[in-house]
């Protein structure tokens, strides 16, 4: 039986479009000058974008219900700051500090002379920093514990001449001090330090209201001390601050408009040469020129509207410009095609018509793919998403309207100059013939208007051609056919294989530029300070049985089994409770009953006041309580993953049920549960919409059947293909990834459909026919985007490195999916032809 045909919503809709085709053929202007006003007007709310550019890093890179969120709450609640014991491992956010890390240029030790020295000069120079005209100076604004300012205490080490120093921790001054977090590239023998190529120093400020302000002024004096103070003899110096990063980004955000200007004129320049023709009346220069103006308005007026009614702008709405370029001038190079279609002599307003439901149709399906897509993306974990999905969302609907409203117009005016031959340039009416009284350079600068006397259309390009005469044939022949099957079959099993090989996660300097004094510092702790990790808290969150010795027995247990994952120093550990048993023995008390441990534990929290930090102790309970293990050989972003999925499965093994894990790291850490599960399911969805949408707009089944399948099958490609150019799965790939595989429908939807409406009877036929009309205005899309973005490939921001990465390879896989993969595999399982179809019925009734 032949196959069903869903064009149900098809035909009545391609009728629609060819009354809307011919309305704007009639009246061009309106459809000219209207989009042109309503630009002008939403324009305007470009004025409120410093005011709506929100780029808080927690806010919108991480998700929204995070588990460290809700467990830094609790921490906050349980265990405030007391501001006159500071204690960097106890903090539960960022906190206040600059920070400064010292490589030895010259001599393998940077605590030996004179690389030291310089390091004790730089020192002097910070801690003289003052604000406010010299009245307040570091001294004023430390975070302070007993009374002092918290000092670098390896400053204070080596300056004692001590005969050794012990490497991670040292004893100084009868007190532990841990050294794994400040120094680095340490060589020790017997635990005592030789050398070491690094030293990271911190200077913590009081995180209080009251000094907000002139703790950020002194931050500053700090950043500009430090930037002219760089270039020292004896030491390669990177500075950081608590508020680096967020100043990084927000210096940032409109950085990508430069680049947007240079694709929009590369696109220009590509669009106008590959619509350029010798003919001087059907040349269609300003045609390029206006298709992507169209696009460009299309984002003016989305991001206008959306700026007016306050809607937050991040740095990653940066990256829709680009996509919505691509949609543009994908639109603009199928309709031009369909219009070279159409015969000549025919009104203006008839031309329309035939090319507006020829070529409407497939821009439809892929305007209401991305539009369907980009909306559920606005549910995303991530506010940042949710920004760059209604933006985008917005700025495809303009997009679509523009074309068939703006860019239509424009078409229709060019078609009335056509109409009356006159000159692309000049506008006046030219011959059509040459003239034999006229010299050579007349005559090929001031003839035109041909076209082909047998079909009454323009005269077809050599591109165009190419794909009917060569390509076309070349790719239906049945060794070819099974060639490109067995060239896809290897495809997928490389795109598989590379999957299985993909790294995730996100190095949080990623959002900085390549030469900024984030992404220098960043680097330098990677390669020095990676030995030892974050201090990760063991929280208690409920009240438990501490005095009894089977309860302890049982929490020791948990600890133990932390301290015996592979990135957990065994003997680096800090509790409170250790400490008190020790306490018991020592004073002779005994700590078996609830009362008695209740009894003496405040007496001991007012002796020891860091400890006090870690046991929420009201009334005569024990409420919540803390621990600390230390993490070590924590080098990258996969080994961040790796150390949190063990802690977070060891604690849901252990026998105590109450134990939570923190640190402030972990609240960037989330992202990493959610990326994966929402890449994967903005790749269904966007699977399950194009299908909907297909098998009510594409009258073929089967057809869009095979467009849902190309979708899949580019995004495994890209995927294997990731893990060959150094790309990583985290929050900013899920978002570029999701605008680029949105992106590969173009190339199936714009063939499938061509191929099924085709009215040809071989499946061959149909496969050339789509081609001849569809190859080249999909190759000349697939590489003016490439061009278009290519500017992105020399950007110091990695967000925008990798946003070309990801665009080149699906505009790359999905050409050749829509120009080889696709016609092959279309041919081989399509519907039985119409003639085939009567054939059949017509045997049937001959046999009743």
């Not at 078996?592 to 001991?604: D, Q, T």
């Not at 026919?769 to 999909?778: R, T």
Request: one cysteine or more; a neutral charge; aromatic letters at 14%.
């Amino acid at each position: 039986m032949g196959c069903r045909r869903t064009d149900c919503l098809a035909k009545p809709l391609s009728g629609l479009f060819e009354k809307l085709g011919s309305l704007v053929g009639s009246c061009p202007l309106y459809f000219f000058v209207i989009p042109l006003v309503f630009t002008a007007a939403l324009s305007g709310g470009f004025a409120f974008l410093k005011d709506r550019e929100d780029n808080d890093f927690e806010r919108q890179y991480t998700p929204k219900k995070g588990p460290s969120k809700a467990t830094r709450e609790f921490v906050k609640e349980n265990f405030p700051y007391n501001d006159s014991m500071f204690s960097a491992e106890r903090l539960y956010d960022r906190g206040n500090f600059a920070s400064l890390i010292a490589v030895s240029k010259s001599s393998l030790n940077v605590l030996a002379d004179p690389a030291f020295e310089d390091i004790i000069r730089l020192n002097n120079k910070i801690l003289n920093i003052t604000v406010y005209d010299g009245t307040l100076g570091f001294n004023d604004l430390c975070a302070k514990a007993y009374g002092e300012c918290v000092s670098n205490v390896i400053l204070d080490i080596v300056r004692s001449n001590e005969s050794s120093v012990t490497y991670p921790v040292h004893t100084f001054r009868s007190s532990p001090a841990f050294l794994g977090s400040v120094l680095g590239g340490v060589h020790a023998v017997n635990n005592s330090v030789t050398s070491a190529k690094a030293v990271k120093l911190f200077y913590y400020l009081e995180n209080t209201e009251s000094k907000a302000n002139a703790s950020k002024i002194w931050l500053r004096g700090f950043k500009k001390l430090l930037s002219e103070e760089l270039d020292k003899k004896h030491i390669d110096v990177s500075y950081y601050t608590s508020k680096s990063k967020q100043e990084e980004i927000d210096s940032h955000t409109t950085d990508g408009f430069p680049l947007f200007l240079i694709t929009y004129a590369s696109a220009i320049t590509f669009s106008v040469i590959s619509c350029l023709r010798f003919d001087n009346v059907r040349n269609k220069v300003w045609v390029a020129v206006f298709g992507v103006l169209s696009a460009g308005l299309a984002v003016l007026s989305s991001f206008g509207l959306l700026l007016y009614i306050g809607v937050p702008f991040v740095i990653t709405v940066a990256n829709s410009p680009f996509l919505i370029l691509g949609i543009g001038l994908n639109n603009m190079f199928v309709m031009v095609s369909d219009w070279q279609h159409t015969n000549v002599k025919d009104p203006v307003s008839k031309r329309m018509a035939h090319s507006y439901k020829e070529a409407i149709m497939p821009i439809t399906i892929t305007a209401l793919t991305d539009v369907l897509k980009f909306s559920i993306g606005t549910t995303s974990d991530f506010p940042s998403v949710q920004a760059f999905c209604l933006y985008t969302t917005i700025s495809i609907i303009f997009c679509y309207i523009y074309t068939v409203t703006f860019f239509g117009a424009f078409l229709a005016l060019n078609g009335r100059r056509e109409a009356s031959n006159r000159h692309w340039f000049t506008c006046m009416k030219i011959p059509t013939d040459k003239l034999d009284d006229h010299s050579k350079i007349h005559n090929i600068c001031c003839v035109g208007g041909s076209y082909d006397k047998d079909t009454g259309a323009e005269k077809k390009q050599p591109a165009s051609n190419f794909f009917k005469d060569y390509y076309g044939p070349f790719l239906i022949k049945p060794w070819v056919k099974g060639v490109v099957i067995f060239l896809y079959v290897v495809y997928l099993a490389a795109s598989i294989y590379g999957c299985f090989h993909i790294q995730q996660g996100i190095e949080l300097y990623d959002l900085a530029a390549d030469n900024s004094h984030v992404t220098r510092f960043n680097k330098k702790d990677r390669q020095y300070f990676s030995d030892y990790g974050p201090s990760v808290m063991v929280i208690v969150s409920d009240e438990y049985p501490y005095w009894q010795i089977h309860s302890r027995f049982r929490l020791e247990e948990c600890v133990s089994s932390l301290k015996r994952l592979p990135f957990v120093d065994v003997d680096i550990y800090t509790s409170w409770l250790d400490a008190y048993i020790s306490y018991g023995k020592e004073n002779g008390l005994y700590l078996g009953h609830k009362y008695f441990f209740n009894e003496h534990l405040a007496p001991f929290l007012d002796l020891f006041p860091y400890f006090k930090q870690d046991v929420n102790f009201t009334g005569d309970s024990v409420h919540a309580s803390r621990f600390f293990i230390q993490t070590i050989n924590i080098a990258n972003a996969r080994q961040e993953i790796d150390m949190l999925k063990g802690l977070k499965s060891t604690i849901e093994r252990c026998c105590v049920k109450s134990l939570l894990v923190y640190n402030q790291n972990f609240i960037f850490y989330d992202q990493y549960d959610v990326v994966v599960k929402s890449t994967i399911k903005n790749v269904l969805v966007i699977t399950a919409a194009m299908l909907a949408v297909s098998l009510l707009l594409i009258p073929d089944p089967l057809c869009s059947l095979w467009v849902a399948c190309s979708i899949t099958s580019v995004t495994v490609g890209v995927t294997g293909l990731m893990a060959l150019w150094d790309i990583t799965l985290d929050s900013i790939f899920m978002i570029i990834f999701t605008v680029c595989i949105g992106f590969t429908v173009d190339f199936s939807a714009h063939m499938s459909y061509a191929f099924a409406s085709s009215k040809k009877s071989c499946p061959n036929d149909r496969a050339v026919g789509a081609l001849a009309s569809l190859g080249y205005p999909v190759l000349q899309g697939a590489f003016s985007t490439i061009l278009g973005v290519s500017v992105l490939a020399t950007s110091e921001f990695h967000t925008f490195r990798m946003f070309f990465k990801i665009f080149f390879l699906v505009v790359l896989i999905g050409m050749v999916h829509g120009l080889c993969f696709i016609p092959v595999i279309m041919t081989i399982g399509s519907c039985h032809s119409h003639k085939d179809k009567n054939k059949d019925e017509g045997l049937k009734m001959s046999k009743l």
